[in-house]
């Protein structure tokens, strides 16, 4: 599915919702730990920030597309606000300082990154990543990008909620305090 989605609030049944798109490494684990999130609505792994159109997981490796590993997020910001979402959770649920790396997977595909979807989704992720970085949490710098939105490319369904579908399986995220 090829969508442009710009990340806008809008109310669905009745009910307030925003989207975020965000890449720690491999969506499998980032998607399992934010499903889970209070507010959090929906959840789907795919792809973005890249220039080929229409990339499957093969197309991520080795740089050939330049796309992300990426979860977009619907949330309800009356429950869970953006800033929240990226100070309480994305940045604890992997190590934004490893530049194109997250545990055992390296590359591109799995840089740290914010997709900022509006205007105000950028200044947020600018304040929240100074922030952090001036918490002295980390003890090398931020390497993660805050980058616009691109074309959202969701991933092959294989890859949707793989971790609920192979509960043994691969993952290097998890919370840290």
């Known amino acids: 599915m090829n969508e442009q989605d710009r990340g806008d ?4 049944a009745g009910q307030r919702t925003e989207v975020a798109v965000l890449a720690g490494g491999c969506f499998w684990g980032v998607e399992e730990i934010l499903r889970a999130v209070p507010g ?8 973005t920030g890249g220039w080929l159109p229409n ?9 050939k597309s330049g796309h992300a590993e990426a979860v977009r997020i619907t949330f309800d910001p009356t429950v869970l606000s953006y800033e929240d979402l990226l100070e309480r959770w994305f940045f604890r649920l992997h190590d934004p300082t490893t530049l194109n790396r997250q545990g055992n997977d390296a590359g591109t595909q799995y840089r740290s990154a914010i997709f900022a979807q509006t205007p105000e989704q950028q200044t947020a992720a600018e304040r929240v990543k100074a922030r952090v970085a001036a918490s002295g949490k980390w003890q090398r710098p931020i390497t993660t990008s805050i980058e616009p939105p691109g074309t959202w490319y969701s991933a092959e369904a294989y890859h949707q909620d793989y971790l609920r579908k192979h509960p043994g399986g691969y993952s290097c995220h998890f919370m840290r305090d």
């Open 9 to 12: 609030t809008t109310a669905v």
């Open 40 to 47: 959090v609505l929906d959840t789907d792994v795919g792809y």
């Open 55 to 63: 990339p499957t997981y093969d197309d991520t490796h080795d740089s």
